[in-house]
């Protein structure tokens, strides 16, 4: 199993661009979710879903937006970047309400 | 505003010492709890939890504690290793999940 996986590793944007951050596991969970995490504010949740076609706001959902057409991927859309969303960026799955499994992490630079 | 807030953001613990991370929360709604470990350059990884109808869980030399009339978990390390050295984060459980700032443990050898 390769786990929770997300691409790309690391992204430049300037202002305005829009992009979109993948995010896939392999392990069949229902709950999947987007967190961003800055210096002293530790993780904070954007999106969460519980399943193939429902998502749901976290903390800090402005600026993002989430679909979940499979119960594999679960990518979040930066529709218009601003250098305020220059974060690191984890995915995470599980079960349900536990333990939940993160990705790697992608470092986004919003210039 | 913070629900789930680990008021030391960093601990330096001698090798083979007890290490011991807090965790405070405001909602006693809060089912369930828990502790994970990062490192640099990779995404957090679980550590240990615990329901609230505990107030205590074991798992090898790490053992996470639950006070629910304080709202405070901790989490004590023992004996500390250098491979330790991570941040922290806990967790608490809701209707989402809600994290802490991290606190950032150096095992010194």
């Known amino acids: 199993n390769a786990g929770v996986t997300q691409t790309p590793k690391f992204q430049v944007l300037k202002t305005g661009q829009s992009m979109t951050l993948q995010c896939a596991q392999d392990?069949?969970?229902?709950?999947m979710s987007w967190y961003r995490q800055d210096p002293g504010m530790g993780l904070r949740l954007i999106h969460y879903?519980?399943?193939?076609?429902?998502?749901d706001q976290g903390e800090v959902p402005n600026g993002y937006n989430v679909s979940r057409s499979t119960t594999e991927d679960f990518p979040l859309r930066l529709l218009s970047a601003a250098p305020s969303q220059t974060s690191v960026y984890f995915c995470?799955?599980?079960?349900?309400?536990?333990?939940?499994?993160f990705g790697p992490g992608t470092r986004l630079t919003v210039l | 505003d913070q629900q789930v807030k680990q008021n030391s953001p960093s601990l330096s613990v001698q090798e083979g010492r007890i290490s011991i991370l807090n965790c405070d929360y405001t909602?006693?709604?809060?089912?369930?709890f828990l502790w994970y470990k990062k490192y640099p350059a990779e995404g957090p990884t679980f550590l240990i939890s615990?329901?609230?109808?505990?107030d205590k869980n074991e798992d090898g030399r790490f053992t996470v504690f639950l006070n629910k009339s304080a709202k405070h978990l901790s989490l004590h390390i023992v004996p500390s290793q250098p491979g330790d050295s991570a941040v922290y984060f806990c967790?608490?459980?809701?209707?989402?999940?809600?994290f802490g700032t991290g606190t950032s443990l150096t095992v010194i050898p």
């Open positions: 909602n006693s709604m809060f089912d369930y």
């Open positions: 879903s519980v399943g193939a076609g429902i998502t």
């Open positions: 392990m069949n969970h229902e709950y």
């Open positions: 615990i329901s609230s109808i505990k």
């Open positions: 967790a608490a459980m809701g209707n989402q999940f809600y």
């Open positions: 995470a799955s599980s079960l349900g309400r536990d333990e939940q499994f």
